[in-house]
């Protein structure tokens, strides 16, 4: 069973950084296409990152130039690195797992069929 856990969250001010990881144990594999999302209270589920199995990356338009996101395959961990962050970053964060989906259904949330239990990262001003 394959299983994904997040750590690095916490409490920064505004401007800060703060990188979040996201560890694979269980069966893995470098073909795994993984996407950042997070969820702020009561808004919808937002799409953040993603970084295909080619290394290929895409950035939501609110986070581009701030965050980046990279991938160690021998450890089997996604990293998200965010800096300046802001209070409408304020979420909990999720990575998850794709495999085998197209470009362009890697941008729908249906198409990651693995979750973490999310990480709290909380931007006070």
């Known amino acids: 069973q394959v299983q994904y856990v997040e750590s690095g969250g916490g409490s920064v001010q505004a401007g800060g950084s703060l990188r979040l990881s996201c560890t694979a144990s269980g069966f893995t594999s470098d073909d795994s296409d993984m996407g950042w999302y997070r969820q702020a209270p009561g808004s919808e589920c937002e799409l953040v990152s993603i970084i295909s199995s080619d290394g290929s990356t895409y950035y939501a338009e609110s986070v581009k130039g701030r965050f980046t996101i990279s991938r160690d395959n021998a450890k089997n961990t996604v990293h998200l690195q965010m800096n300046s962050l802001k209070p409408e970053d304020t979420a909990v964060y999720y990575c998850?797992?794709?495999?085998?989906?197209?470009?362009?259904?890697?941008?729908?949330?249906?198409?990651?069929?693995?979750w973490g239990q999310g990480i709290q990262v909380t931007v006070s001003s």
């Open positions: 998850a797992a794709s495999y085998g989906c197209s470009t362009s259904d890697l941008l729908r949330r249906d198409a990651y069929p693995y």
